[in-house]
């Protein structure tokens, strides 16, 4: 079974920076996507950012500009830099990682981190 464990987050004031990391039990070059999601009080889950195996990211219109997303393929790790943080990007962030073999989808998910930004 995959593990994936984020760590990095906490409380932070608005305009500050703060890096998530999400380390997989399985080589992330197994997953054909991984991501951060978050999902604020009240709220339903909402992508942040996907980065492909090749590479390719994509971000949430929202956190375009401030947020980057990277992965490191010996550490089996991916990162979510928040730069420029503001109030609404409190949430807990959860790491996600895809893997389709053949027709079979199977999507694995961590257990979150909790950000908060004061303002």
């Known amino acids: 079974q995959v593990q994936l464990v984020e760590s990095g987050g906490g409380l932070v004031q608005a305009g500050g920076s703060l890096r998530l990391s999400c380390a997989s039990s399985r080589s992330i070059l197994s997953f054909n996507t991984m991501g951060w999601y978050r999902q604020a009080p009240g709220r339903q889950r909402e992508l942040v950012a996907t980065i492909t195996s090749g590479g390719s990211t994509n971000y949430a219109d929202s956190v375009k500009g401030r947020f980057a997303i990277s992965r490191e393929n010996a550490k089996n790790t991916v990162y979510l830099q928040m730069n420029s943080l503001k109030s609404e990007d409190t949430a807990i962030y959860y790491c996600?990682?895809?893997?389709?073999?053949?027709?079979?989808?199977?999507?694995?998910w961590g257990q979150g981190t909790q950000v908060t930004v004061s303002s």
């Open positions: 996600k990682a895809v893997r389709i073999m053949y027709t079979t989808l199977s999507d694995y």
